[in-house]
């Protein structure tokens, strides 16, 4: 009993159903509701007789025919206006993905501020950085990495570029007539060179820091006799963990530990600010150093590099204002070589 009651609901409840969605159909489509009610006319007409005209009937057919192909046209028009729709959406969609994506690619291209975690990073800023530079500015510890790539890549843009304008550098490095300077920076780098994890050369030497210093010095000096560059050079009495280099449109500060990221700002959108920062900063600092060493040695060396001998060496830092007795103790052939043979430390 209760089976067949059940049943009985169910079938009752189907044709409510499909009664249902047929009057929400109508609504959306009022044009169904003229056709149905057309065709059903045509329908009763044609089977109870009550129009004997062929006429009559067939205009009535046609009308209904009519509608129906009105109607069918519209849904067609619909159909296209969405696929149209459809088509538009897409092509937006997609102008907004590449939009981002030419924004993200922008800002991982060209930061204003950014970290550069590897070595090959930090080398191609500093590629960048000299591809519109005219001068440079640097304060560290030894300036291995500056006599050895920085001061050779602004030799060269000057004689590319030359015009009879020469090119400018500023350097502040360790003093290495302080011994006691010189041996802590010694002992720290020595400290990084024992890590597991480090890269770093394990020679580190208090002589070796004041030879390294040294060639910096000699370096400078031998490209301002041979290239279109005005190098000024002055000497600190403290080190600093960090180093900074300066461009017309870059600061780049490393640090002494290859594991630290570098930061690099660039002279755009709301960095200058920071950019004017660091530059007011080293200009001031720099100022403020008395310049014990002379500009220029008026020592003439040889523009051929393997003719420079130990002499000169001495003469040229003798000149500009190295103590002797700093220079007696150092191997000058040493300084030659770092000078003038200069290793990039970090390729």
Known sequence: MTTRHQNSRAASHVPAGRTARLLRGLRRDPEQ????????TVAILGATDMVNDVKTLLAATLATLAI????LFKQSMRQEDNDRRVVELVRSVN????????????????PSVGELTTLASRQKAFEAAMASADMWQFRGG???????????????????????????????ILDPQNTTRCREYDEYRAKLSRRPESALPATWTTEFVQTSCLATIFAAQWHQQHEFLVIEIRLRSEFSTLRHDISPDSVIITNEDNQFPALHIRRLGGASALYHAYRADFDLSFT??????????????????SKVTEDD????????????????????????ELALNPTNPYR
Do not use: C, M, Y
Not at 68 to 71: A, D, I
Not at 293 to 298: E, V
């Open 33 to 40: 509701l003229v056709i149905l009610i057309a065709a059903a």
């Open 68 to 71: 129906l192909g009105f109607s």
């Open 95 to 110: 102008l907004v993905e590449k939009g981002v994506g030419e924004v993200e690619h922008a800002l991982t291209i060209t």
């Open 142 to 172: 030894t300036g291995s990495f500056t006599r050895a790539w920085t001061l050779p890549q602004l030799a060269a843009r000057a004689r590319e570029n030359s015009t009879g304008t020469h090119w400018r550098a500023q350097l502040q």
């Open 288 to 305: 403020s150093l008395k310049p014990v060493l002379k500009a220029k040695s008026d020592v003439r060396v040889p523009a051929d590099k």
């Open 313 to 336: 060496v001495f003469r040229v830092l003798r000149d500009v204002g190295i103590a002797e007795q700093t220079l007696d103790r150092l191997p000058l052939d040493s300084i030659r």
